[in-house]
């Protein structure tokens, strides 16, 4: 195990149970959980084509022609989301547990409420 993954362990404990619960009594925020994560992916993606397009001008110039504006990205933080919809926890836990364990801790969490329910 890292020594980051260590440095966070105990707190990240913390904010899966308090999440988990939170999940069992409100399944809308189990799915929020599991949105943001799969915008997170998709903004990344995005990203991803942006940076390859690069090397190829043609693809770069059809690409912002066409696409650019059509798809909506925002932020895609966890935290972010948990603001609006369970602000205990944002209070709590936020600027505490790096954004990448959150995000990963929080979408294990809600698939594992939601397996259970």
């Known amino acids: 195990m890292s020594r980051i993954k260590r440095k966070y362990r105990t707190i990240r404990q913390e904010f899966k149970n308090e999440l988990y619960a939170a999940i069992r009594s409100n399944p ?4 929020l959980c599991i949105k943001t994560y799969t915008a997170s992916r998709h ?3 995005i990203h991803q084509i942006w940076g390859m397009s690069v090397q190829h001008p043609e693809f770069r110039k059809e690409y912002t022609e066409k696409l ?11 935290f ?9 926890l ?19 969490v809600a698939y594992r409420a939601m397996k259970d329910k």
């Open 28 to 31: 809308a925020l189990g799915m």
């Open 68 to 78: 650019i504006g059509k798809c909506l990205t925002g932020r895609d933080e966890i």
């Open 80 to 88: 972010h989301s948990l603001y609006f919809a369970a602000p205990d």
């Open 90 to 108: 944002y209070q709590k836990y936020a600027r505490k547990i790096p954004e990448d364990l959150a995000m990963g801790d929080a979408l294990g």
């Open 43 to 45: 903004r990344d993606h």
